[in-house]
């Protein structure tokens, strides 16, 4: 029997994964029997696609003629290698794709004569783990096929049943869909197509039933949401009785450490099937927990661990549930031994076994471990997700495994055929050219099958890391343009591999191409989100946010248009059409605002109505909305007409938080705020009653009518005085989080800064008194306290921003970088302001100068923070002006550029209120 050569092994590898060659089409002139009937199977299957264990028998109507053709095709590759001697499996694959089309045809009789004309061999060696894994997907695909042409069907599925070692690997993605296929055929077979709905005893009193991996696979099959017609409401809750009490059982077992020759195969196939399965059920862990708790896993899984060797399959669900528990440093531990394993059978068995779980735990573990998700959350908590490692030590470690799962990446791209389109076409080269172009038309699967979905979210997870460095780690402007690249082509990867199922990944991009100024291209993707997911309400947000810097990228240009070029426009009746188009669509972005807002009000009502709970995330998200939609008011209208409508916001607060109760301060007159605090003992921030005496008459160009500076003129209570000086009124509900106390307090501060624009300085000054009582006095409270004393008490604002500086090196605040931009800023705005030698601001001039630099450093490390420094105008605004400070003309020219580019096409809100809540 000849051998199978090197490029036909791969093939197998290709095939096993679901996938088929790039250049398929060249199979067709082959002259090996694999390849040939490789092309024909491309081609049954296109007519299917997607491919999926639903869709093996939906043939459209367009395609019979295709199946006869194909049916003609086949036959004449058979008749012409008759006489050739070929391999076990290629003639395995060829009788199951020739029985395949047969029933396409409804030809089930000459589909089975095929397939009974095959005779199977179960001594058959195979001499590599291809080989072995396509046998696997043959063996189900005949199975599958048998039982669908027979009358006797159950009979056919249920030996298969009896002899399934385990459920197919992640790679195994041909395999599982055709064993899938076998298990929802069973199930409707079994429960009488629904009418007769299935308890989970059947089940076990079936032929294959002493095979706990084949008793299990089909149990959870039953559990998803296509199969709830076929069982009865209470087969869920008696098969996690039997499922928790079979565990119990295997925990209770005492066995020995194996021996590194000992076979455990049968413990470990069980526990890949266990968790293959359930992970299968759907993206949200939560539904997993249904069935098994976390803590019950974990507890089954160690004991595992003691009872076989070195188990990869053990080992990466234990990391899954040490995850799901928030033991951080006890899963980067387990999955610095997995990774080992993973490399010790690399290079004795000179492949990885299971590469595409591989590449899933990589991401897993890469997107968890990310700071922006586990250590920067945690760090305004109480307990911690990471204990013991630091967040430099975790960015270390994550650096090393984005390396290991880019070369995993490699090797899947190769063996599937995958391409993301770098260099086959110049037009790819667009941000959305994923929408129009098809980049791997050989791939066939359904977007929603596990190789898609974990390579997708492989990219996806270093999108989201190199998004880290980009905000958090890259220490200059060019580090930080290669970062933005890396993140840019990640996340384009993970949408040219599935543009469409994935809210979550559709918005991160839009989001990066808006922060990029990618106006058109984010506007066109936000679009193409809101078609399929219309109550994503951070997408409709940012939208709208898109649209007014597109309109104000168009008064832009309009203001450059000369008087000549006006008035031969208007002399134009084309033109002037033109002309009345854009105006009209001038402030489309309240009409998207209008729409968004209907959106969120038929949502809030069909959730209230169907009682459904809806996330703090969703409530905050619509929040957003309804200040947007001010906002836009504010560019259109005038910020005075937005006065009335303040309210408004406070009304849909109240709506979206009924439990919310809030917390009002006794009464307390402003200038008592701060009777008992002290200067600062900096020499920019001395005593004034101290500064008078040293230094002679006050000047008055300071503040108005000479008036003193008392220190005790604050607003705002020092955070111990605050709260013994405050007290709540009745008790705050139990559902009131903090999370809610602390949106609502950003209202109010948000409420502040639309007084503050209009100089309605006593109003602005209740509204921060009001946050204060909402929740304890912050950095942002301190920063808007110095946004409101700048003009009028220097010194007091200073000493809030130096305060505020003071406290973002501290863990809870070092990374709330919204809100050390605004501290810079408003640091930055008293500075130029003060910046004579005269202001009594500073002590002298090397006080001056010295502040200066200082101020300097911190802007140009902020510029550096992608996107919030980086792409504020205000930022490189004040960058060039102490570059010109400091006679540096080469700087200063960047920097203004900087700050025209970004200007030009500014939003009316940060395009960073879109993301969720960081409570």
Excluded at 40 to 56: G, I
Excluded at 145 to 160: C, H, M, R
Excluded at 711 to 734: A, H
Aim: charged letters at 25%.
């Amino acid at each position: 029997m000849p051998k199978i050569s090197s490029y036909e092994q791969s093939l197998l590898q290709t095939l096993s994964f679901g996938c088929f060659p790039r250049n398929v089409s060249d199979l067709q002139h082959s002259e090996s029997y694999l390849l040939r009937i490789a092309f024909v199977d491309f081609e049954l299957l296109s007519a299917l696609q997607p491919v999926s264990a639903q869709a093996l028998r939906c043939v459209p109507s367009k395609s019979k003629s295709k199946i006869d053709q194909l049916i003609n095709d086949i036959c004449s590759v058979n008749l012409e290698y008759s006489k050739t001697e070929k391999s076990y499996l290629e003639v395995y694959y060829g009788s199951v794709v020739l029985a395949h089309l047969q029933i396409l045809r409804k030809d089930e009789q000459s589909a089975i004569e095929t397939l009974d004309g095959f005779r199977i061999e179960h001594n058959t060696v195979f001499h590599t783990h291809a080989e072995q894994e396509f046998m696997d997907y043959i063996s189900a695909r005949f199975h599958g096929l048998l039982g669908d042409a027979s009358e006797n069907s159950s009979d056919v599925w249920v030996i298969f049943l009896k002899s399934l070692k385990h459920y197919g690997r992640a790679s195994q993605v041909s395999a599982n869909i055709w064993i899938d296929y076998i298990l929802d055929g069973l199930i409707s077979k079994l429960s009488l197509n629904g009418q007769k709905p299935l308890h989970f005893k059947l089940l076990e009193n079936l032929g294959f039933a002493k095979n706990r991996a084949s008793l299990i696979a089909i149990a959870n099959h039953c559990l998803k949401s296509h199969n709830q017609v076929y069982t009865h409401e209470k087969f869920e809750s008696e098969y996690a009785t039997f499922l928790h009490g079979m565990i119990r059982e295997h925990i209770k077992q005492r066995k020995e450490f194996p021996n590194a020759n000992e076979n455990s195969s049968e413990e470990t196939d069980f526990v890949q099937t266990l968790y293959q399965t359930l992970n299968n059920l759907s993206p949200r862990r939560s539904r997993v927990f249904e069935i098994v708790s976390p803590q019950l896993t974990k507890e089954f899984l160690v004991s595992m661990a003691g009872k076989s060797y070195q188990s990869q399959s053990v080992l990466l669900n234990l990391i899954r549930s040490l995850i799901d528990l928030g033991e951080y440093d006890e899963a980067l531990a387990a999955f610095k031994t997995y990774t080992t394993y993973v490399d010790k059978e690399r290079i004795q068995e000179g492949y990885v076994s299971d590469l595409l779980e591989v590449i899933d735990m990589y991401s897993l573990c890469i997107l968890n471990f990310n700071p922006m998700n586990s250590s920067i959350p945690d760090s305004t908590r109480p307990t911690k997700r990471f204990k013991y490692n630091s967040i430099d030590l975790v960015v270390q470690e994550l650096s090393m495994l984005a390396k290991a799962l880019l070369s995993y990446l490699d090797q899947a791209e190769t063996i599937a055929h995958v391409t993301y389109g770098d260099n086959v076409q110049k037009k790819n080269a667009e941000k959305l050219s994923f929408l129009y172009c098809k980049f791997n038309a050989t791939l066939l699967l359904d977007k929603k099958m596990s190789l898609i979905g974990i390579l997708s979210e492989a990219w996806h997870a270093l999108g989201e890391l190199y998004r880290y460095h980009c905000t958090f780690s890259s220490p200059t402007l060019e580090a930080l343009e290669n970062n933005k690249k890396r993140m840019s082509s990640s996340y384009r990867n993970c949408l040219i591999l599935n543009s469409s199922d994935n809210v979550t990944h559709l918005f991160r991009y839009s989001l990066m191409l808006a922060n990029e100024s990618y106006v058109d291209e984010s506007i066109k993707l936000c679009k193409f989100t809101l078609k399929k997911y219309p109550e994503s309400f951070k997408t409709w947000n940012l939208l709208v946010l898109l649209q007014t810097a597109l309109e104000c990228e168009n008064r832009a240009r309009s203001a450059e248009v000369s008087s000549q070029q006006l008035n031969d426009t208007l002399a134009s009746t084309s033109s002037l059409a033109d002309q009345t188009d854009k105006v009209s669509k001038k402030f489309e972005s309240e009409k998207f605002i209008e729409d968004a807002l209907n959106v969120a009000t038929l949502h809030l009502t069909g959730c209230q109505n169907a009682r459904v709970y809806i996330p703090i995330q969703t409530k905050y998200q619509i929040l957003q909305l309804k200040m947007t939609q001010l906002a836009v008011w504010e560019t259109t209208r005038g910020v005075e007409a937005v006065l009335e409508h303040i309210a408004d916001v406070f009304l849909l607060f109240r709506e979206l938080f009924l439990h919310v109760q809030f917390p009002q301060a006794k009464k307390v007159e402003a200038a008592g705020f701060r009777a008992e605090a002290i200067w600062s003992k900096r020499p920019s921030v001395m005593d004034i009653s101290e500064r008078e005496n040293s230094l002679g008459p006050k000047p008055t160009n300071g503040n108005k009518g000479g008036e003193r500076h008392d220190r005790k003129n604050g607003l705002s209570l020092d955070s111990t005085r605050r709260l013994k000086s405050s007290e709540w009124v009745g008790n705050t509900n139990q559902l009131t989080s903090n999370s809610e106390l602390k949106i609502l307090q950003d209202v109010w501060l948000w409420t502040a800064s639309i007084y503050l624009k209009l100089g309605f300085l006593k109003e602005a000054e209740q509204c921060l008194v009001e946050a204060e009582t909402i929740d304890i006095p912050n950095v942002k409270t301190y920063t808007y306290l110095g946004l409101l004393t700048s003009q009028s008490r220097e010194h007091l604002a200073l000493q809030e921003y130096e305060r505020s500086l003071e406290l973002f090196h501290s863990t809870g605040e070092k990374y709330n970088m919204r809100a050390y931009g605004l501290t810079l800023l408003g640091l930055s705005q008293l500075f130029m302001r003060s910046e004579d030698a005269t202001s009594p601001l500073f002590v002298s001039e090397k006080d001056r100068d010295a502040g200066l630099v200082r101020l300097k450093n911190y802007l140009e490390g902020y510029s550096a923070c992608w996107p919030h420094g980086h792409n504020s105008s205000e930022v490189w605004y004040y960058l060039s002006a102490l570059y010109e400070r400091f006679d540096d003309k080469i700087l200063q020219s960047k920097a203004l550029w900087k700050c025209v580019s970004l200007e030009s096409s500014r939003p009316v809100r940060s395009y960073n209120i879109c993301e969720d809540f960081d409570s």
